[in-house]
């Protein structure tokens, strides 16, 4: 029976090849069109950002100094700078300004803080030539933080402290803090910061 049923099965794919037709060469009994005809007027086409023309000075060209080919080699004149005058001159002066001595301030709780002026990458080298300096031991420092992390001896007692440079402006603070959200005894602050500034590299 089974035998029967297979043999019936194959003969039903093999004729159902047959029931649908050859449509093969039905392209071609296609029809023929006329072409397309093109526009009679087209629009003329404008670009959306005009580029200026430019001259370039001689002056200001690039200028072949030696080698052929792929191998030659040029100068690029240097560009003229895009910053104002008045952008110019306060760089001037935060430049200058990094190399003076940083002084003691107050603030309104009478805690002491160091404050100078000027780049404060210049600062940050600075201060840590000042510490060395003054041999004030440094066991880490964390330059994105703006933390550099101290061992004070503070009654026989080994403690950690953090000397943390905060920069506004062209205005640079640094305090002295037990941790992150509490600021050292005023006393002690005064004299670490004091002997930061007797050591302050010249």
Not at 13 to 36: E, H, I, V, W
Not at 72 to 87: C, D, I, N, R, W
Not at 168 to 190: C, E, F, G, R
Request: glycine residues 4%.
């Amino acid at each position: 029976m089974k035998r029967e049923c297979l043999l019936l099965a194959m003969t039903l794919m093999m004729s159902g090849c047959g029931l649908f037709p050859n449509r093969s060469l039905d392209y071609l009994q296609a029809k023929t069109l006329p072409p397309l005809d093109a526009l009679p007027t087209q629009r003329e086409i404008q670009p959306l950002y005009v580029i200026p023309n430019v001259t370039t000075l001689a002056d200001k060209a690039a200028v072949l100094v030696q080698g052929k080919g792929r191998k030659q080699e040029f100068v690029v004149p240097t560009p003229q700078s895009v910053l104002p005058k008045e952008t110019s001159n306060d760089v001037a002066v935060q430049v200058q300004a990094a190399l003076s001595k940083p002084e003691i301030v107050f603030d309104g709780n009478n805690v002491p803080l160091l404050h100078t002026a000027g780049n404060s990458l210049q600062v940050w080298e600075k201060l840590g030539q000042a510490m060395k300096a003054a041999n004030i031991e440094v066991t880490d420092r964390n330059q994105s933080l703006g933390l550099y992390y101290l061992e004070l001896v503070q009654d026989n007692t080994k403690q950690t402290y953090l000397l943390k440079l905060t920069q506004t402006s062209i205005n640079n603070i640094v305090s002295v803090q037990k941790d992150s959200d509490t600021l050292a005894d005023s006393k002690l602050s005064q004299q670490i910061l004091l002997n930061i500034i007797k050591h302050w590299p010249s």
